[in-house]
């Protein structure tokens, strides 16, 4: 990874980490599945319009399955499920449960790539799992069925970001990642917006709400896509993933500062631990020359 590379990794990591500010704010007012929906619509139509002024031409044919398969499992199912978890649980323990999808990275990896497990590998494994029952400790010791599903909903999101990392590695060689980014965000979209309008809705929508929509689907969804499929291509899915290293400082600080959340202990010793075990996972020895 080079020195440009890290510095995309690092802006991304911040806009994702703001994004489960957004859905904090957001999923409230429009719920869970709408709230995805429109976050991909606008994604994708921010998109279309780039594209068609930079004279930049999709792959449709031959890829629309695929395109599908990366937007249900890459997008729209993580979306909802992080989207519904921010209805019951801080911002911050979500972008801290994130950083889990890394570990699953390897794991798919093993088993899609065959790429080998180090014994350090394997112990980062056993690290990162730690971490994750030090950060839900204090949540889960008095939590009610909805709390623990939210957890759930978030760890379930970080193995299906695990999974399409190397997924993608693996069957997208003649697909850009620019025609990867719109397709999957597109058809993303259009398999939530028929379950969209499920949701009682029991707030205002008021014009700020679809302006922070708008923001949410461009800032936080098609800008960090393209540049994320873009490095999954260059530097490979695990170094891709490590995004997550990032996230949980930039989206505990802008929980601290936009919703107040203010993180019990267990949250931040468990966040290190994880990221003991995100690094052990991704640790490669350098080889002599």
Avoid at 9 to 26: C, E, N
Avoid at 94 to 104: G, K
Wanted: glycine fraction near 8%; include cysteine.
């Amino acid at each position: 990874m080079n020195y440009k590379q890290f510095l995309l990794l690092l802006f991304i990591s911040g806009l994702w980490g703001g994004s489960f500010v957004f859905m904090k704010i957001l999923t409230p007012v429009f719920g869970p599945i709408l709230t995805s929906s429109l976050r991909l619509m606008f994604a994708s139509i921010f998109l279309f319009v780039f594209y068609y002024f930079s004279k930049f031409k999709m792959k449709w044919k031959g890829n629309i399955k695929f395109y599908l398969i990366i937007g249900v499992l890459n997008s729209a199912i993580p979306f909802i499920l992080y989207s519904f978890a921010s209805l019951h649980i801080d911002a911050s323990l979500s972008v801290v449960l994130n950083s889990t999808s890394p570990m699953f990275g390897a794991l798919f990896g093993y088993l899609l790539l065959s790429n080998k497990l180090s014994k350090i590998q394997v112990v980062g494994l056993l690290v990162g799992s730690i971490g994750v029952i030090i950060v839900t400790s204090i949540t889960l010791g008095d939590a009610s069925i909805y709390v623990v599903l939210s957890i759930l909903s978030c760890i379930l999101a970080a193995l299906l970001y695990g999974f399409s990392g190397s997924y993608i590695k693996k069957y997208t060689t003649d697909i850009d990642s620019k025609s990867l980014t719109l397709g999957s965000l597109f058809f993303g979209s259009l398999v939530l917006l028929p379950f969209a309008f499920f949701f009682n809705f029991e707030n205002t929508i008021e014009i700020s709400h679809i302006l922070l929509l708008i923001i949410f689907g461009i800032m936080g969804t098609s800008v960090p896509y393209l540049i994320y499929y873009k490095l999954i291509k260059d530097i490979g899915s695990m170094k891709a993933l490590t995004v997550t290293y990032l996230m949980p400082v930039f989206g505990v600080m802008w929980a601290f500062i936009i919703l107040n959340e203010v993180p019990k202990y267990n949250v931040y010793l468990g966040s290190i631990v994880i990221l003991i075990g995100v690094y052990l996972v991704t640790y490669k020895p350098k080889k002599l020359v």
